[in-house]
């Protein structure tokens, strides 16, 4: 592709110029249109622009620097611009356009590698993950995203201190977990973060490879973090299975329901990207010091599954001992009912004999040893037959249908 020397010479001039000047913060922002943010990695600088800057990739490699280009909310028009302009293979502009959820996966066209990583979006909706998509290129980065995340707020937020993307950022809600932590426990967490981030010192690793490492670093601690909290709330479920009051069953099924929920939702998160390590290992894309790092994550995601598992099991363990003393405690209640019916079985079965004398002896006929020798006695006959035939036949019954 060539361009005129003086529009390279301007998107140059401009590029330079963003470098050494500070942020420029746009107090205006549509969050219904894309927004376009170039990031200078190796000067630590951001600035809002427009779509049609970075379409002009000798710009980029003339000034001999490293980029990162993030594009809120592209549409397709904007995808196929880039896609043309920095010529890559038609299926990047495919996956690009693909608006379905889509799990962690990479396609290796040439010099080009394209990501698909998915992380928990700032609303904290572990059933509706966030996907961002990442070209990867000699000098440049694309991230295109369609709402905040997670790991783009903590990266160029926080670490950065890009204010330009804090005037977008939104205030996470709470996770959809049934423990809350404490506001200790919380900025406990936010510090231990911040400090692993800073502390890291990365060895032989490209500015562009380090952000792409600490996008994954930020998504796996915050599963980690996620699978801690539920981690606690098993241990929680567990001591207080045996010592649970009526009232408070209700509130236990729901909380066993809500971790194993989520930590299910966390077990997709951490699968995906343990699948999708070592395929990225081997592409050979990347430089081998990266790919040591990411063996280490690996590692990290293993013990992270391994945690998940036992929390479940733990999890599954509470919920059969709070349905076994359910179901102990039914059986307690059902006991005392049969004892109660017992005694009044047994006390219908003393009074049935009685009840049966006074039956007959009580019938308006003439009955033996109560009326004269001659009287006729034909109706207490029959009253006699009919009971003994009606016995007979509930007996025939009941041993027919094998009651007695």
Known sequence: MSIHSDESQHVVDSISDAS?????????????????????????????????????????????????????????????????????????????NSSSYLKDHMIKIHDCLFLTLTDIPLTGSLSTPASLKIILMKGIMFLLYDEKLHCLEEIFVKTMKFSIFADQSTTPSEPEIAYRKSETALTNYKKRFTVKLDLVEFYELTDLEEVLYKLLHVMFMRIEELVSEMDNEVKICNEFATELSTTERIDFVLRVHIAKKTLINARNYVDTKSQLLPELIETNFLTKTFNQYLNSMGLNMKKLTEKIDSSRRLLKSSENVHDAIVEGKLSDTSERSNDLVKVFSSMTTIFLPLYLLAGFFGMNVKIPYRCDEYQDLTAFTVLCICSVVYLASVIILFRYKGWI
Request: proline content about 4%; overall charge negative.
């Open 20 to 96: 050494e000047s500070e942020e420029v913060i746009t107090s205006e922002q549509n969050h219904n249109s894309e927004l376009v943010y170039i990031v200078n990695v190796k000067n630590n600088t951001c600035r809002k622009t427009k779509v049609d800057e970075v379409l002009f990739p000798e710009a980029f490699q003339m000034t001999k620097q490293q980029y990162i280009i993030l594009i809120q909310k592209p549409n397709e028009q904007t995808i196929m611009k880039i896609r043309s302009a920095y010529k890559l293979h038609p299926v990047i502009e495919y996956e690009c």
